[in-house]
Structures are given as structure tokens and as C-alpha cells.
């Protein structure tokens, strides 16, 4: 993607890389810079030809897909930092890879993903020349500060996203179990992203090149952990709360399904007896006094017991709808 030689805080032009490096290494100021996007196993074994890399670090970066890290080798840092990208459309989270070799007068930034993209980094630290007069490890607190500086954005919509569940689940509108899980496994991805590299950065700081670097880049250094522990403490609040408004929506299913069935089980009650009161007199019995219950009106026969029976049902029916209404079930 890009490549160029840093002296006295400013670019300057790169030829053949094994070249430019053995001049900067023979006394000459300065520093070499080689950015990478997604480099074909060609593109990084002519890099890792001219530079010598370490081939632990090597093997990491060409398998990929590793944790967040730190690791200092006799002569080399090697350094992973996950990337994170957030995609309005899906409220979804991208993870990608940025990986930085950082040598004797080099460092080479290998980019895997969409995200965080380091040409703004670049143009940033090209305009500051006394931070980028610091070295290598001015560029690793660029490359850092960015990372954890778009952390903070992706922070941000996850909290709008998770402030919208929660108005969702507890505004009455019950919300939905595949949004929450949903939202849980992208702030678990995230928490995936952050957490190692809190770690690793304060071992680094603890430990070996880290205890070697100025004051000020300790300072550099350490105001990145701050933001990156402001992130880390947002993590894992959201994935607890997100716990409880995952289990208050299920309770709040189960209350729904409970209400439901209560209202079920009193339309069945009622639907019960004209039910059963027609089964019984639906029974084809010749000795059933009942059905021929009559009384005489001017001089005729008037057989009540038709109307006596729809009297019953219509009142047990009204009397069990009214108990039900008062008792909250209907």
C-alpha cells in the first residue's frame, strides 16, 4: 500500500528495502515504514526477505485470526491488535486484523479487514514531526491510539443500540430475544477485540521495551490504556445488562404466556357448562321427566323446560364470565 523512509520527522522517497534499511542502519537517522493491506503470500515473502522478520511472528501473521498481543523477540516486537468496524445497516461488528513488526530501524504494518484504516494515521503522524522524530514506537502509539480511539465510536453505537432494547423490552413493546442475543454476541466480539489488549499493553509497559521507552511515549503509551480501560469497563457493563434485559424479557414472555393461558383456561370454563348441560339432555333416554315439564295456560299445555334449560345455561355462563372478570383472568 505504501512505503517510505522517515528522517528528522520527515518522508522522504524508499528504494530497494534491503538497501535503505542497511544505510539507515550504518548510522544514517531515521526510520523505514512499510504499510500492507492484505498482502498475497508473495507481496510478504519479498518483505520478509529484505527485512528478516522473526518467523514465529511471520507464522502468526500469515495464519491470522490471532489474539491481541505483545510479544517482544531478541531483536523485534511483534504486536496484533484487532480491528473493529461497525455496519449501520446490521448494527453488526466487523472484526478485522492489524499486525506491526517493529525492528532495527523499520516497521512494517500488515492490515487485514476494512477497518481502521492507517492512511489518516500516516498523514497524522507526517505532519507532527516531533512525535514522528520519536521512532518506531511513535508509529506503534499512532497505529495503538487509533485502534482504541475507533473502539470508542463503536462503543458508542452499541450503547445507542442497547439503550433501544431496553426502551423496547421495558416501554412496553416487549421486544425481541433475537435482537438481545443478537446485540450480546456483537459486545461479546467486542469484548473479545479489547480485553486481551488491556492486558498486553500493561505487561508491555511492565516489561522490556516498554520499561526502555521515554517519558514521553510512556505517557503516550499509557493514556491509550486509560481509554482502552474506559472501553473494557463499558463492555462489560453492557454484556451484564444485557443479561438482565434478556432475562427480564423472558420473564415478561412467560407473564404474557401465563395471561394467556389464564384467559384460555376461562373461555374453556365458561364454553363448559351449556356444554355439558346439552350433553345431558342431548342424551337419547326415554324416562327424562324434564322434557316433558309442561304447564297448563288457558287450557293448553306450554312445555317450559326448553327455555328453563337456555335460562340456566345463559345465567351459569354470565355468573362464571362475571367471577373471572373481578379475579383478573379475563
Not at 241 to 265: F, P
Request: proline residues 2%.
Amino acid at each position: 500500500m505504501d512505503q517510505a523512509i522517515y528522517r528528522d520527522g520527515r518522508r522522504q522517497p524508499c528504494g530497494d528495502l534491503s538497501d535503505e534499511l542497511d544505510a539507515l542502519r550504518a548510522g544514517a537517522d531515521g526510520f523505514l515504514w512499510i504499510g500492507l493491506k492484505e498482502p498475497t503470500d508473495e507481496e510478504f515473502g519479498l518483505v520478509n526477505s529484505e527485512l528478516h522478520l522473526h518467523p514465529l511472528a511471520v507464522e502468526d501473521a500469515v495464519k491470522g485470526n490471532q489474539r491481541a498481543k505483545i510479544e517482544q523477540y531478541e531483536t523485534s516486537l511483534f504486536v496484533v491488535l484487532k480491528t473493529l468496524r461497525y455496519i449501520d445497516q446490521t448494527s453488526d461488528i466487523e472484526t478485522g486484523e492489524l499486525m506491526l513488526f517493529l525492528g532495527d530501524r523499520f516497521v512494517v504494518t500488515v492490515r487485514r479487514g476494512e477497518g481502521n484504516p492507517l492512511q489518516g494515521v500516516r498523514h497524522r503522524l507526517e505532519a507532527d514531526a516531533t512525535e514522528l522524530g520519536l521512532g518506531p514506537m511513535a508509529v506503534l502509539h499512532s497505529v495503538m491510539d487509533s485502534v482504541v480511539d475507533n473502539y470508542l465510536l463503536v462503543d458508542r453505537e452499541v450503547k445507542r443500540d442497547l439503550e433501544e432494547i431496553e426502551e423496547a423490552v421495558f416501554g412496553g413493546s416487549g421486544g425481541d430475544a433475537n435482537v438481545i442475543y443478537r446485540l450480546k454476541r456483537e459486545v461479546l466480539e467486542f469484548r473479545r477485540a479489547s480485553g486481551p489488549l488491556a492486558d498486553a499493553l500493561a505487561s508491555f509497559l511492565d516489561r522490556g521495551a516498554g520499561r526502555a521507552l521515554s517519558n514521553d511515549l510512556r505517557h503516550l503509551f499509557r493514556d491509550v490504556g486509560d481509554h482502552l480501560r474506559q472501553v473494557n469497563d463499558h463492555v462489560e457493563a453492557y454484556d451484564r445488562l444485557l443479561t438482565d434485559i434478556l432475562g427480564a424479557h423472558l420473564a415478561g414472555v412467560s407473564v404474557k404466556q401465563n395471561e394467556d393461558m389464564r384467559k384460555i383456561s376461562a373461555w374453556v370454563a365458561i364454553a363448559a357448562v351449556p356444554t355439558m348441560v346439552a350433553a345431558v339432555y342431548g342424551m337419547n333416554f326415554t324416562n327424562m321427566p324434564e322434557l316433558q315439564a309442561s304447564v297448563s295456560i288457558g287450557g293448553q299445555d306450554f312445555a317450559y323446560g326448553y327455555f328453563v334449560v337456555l335460562t340456566v345455561m345463559a345465567t351459569a355462563c354470565l355468573s362464571l364470565y362475571r367471577a373471572f372478570k373481578r379475579s383478573g383472568w379475563l
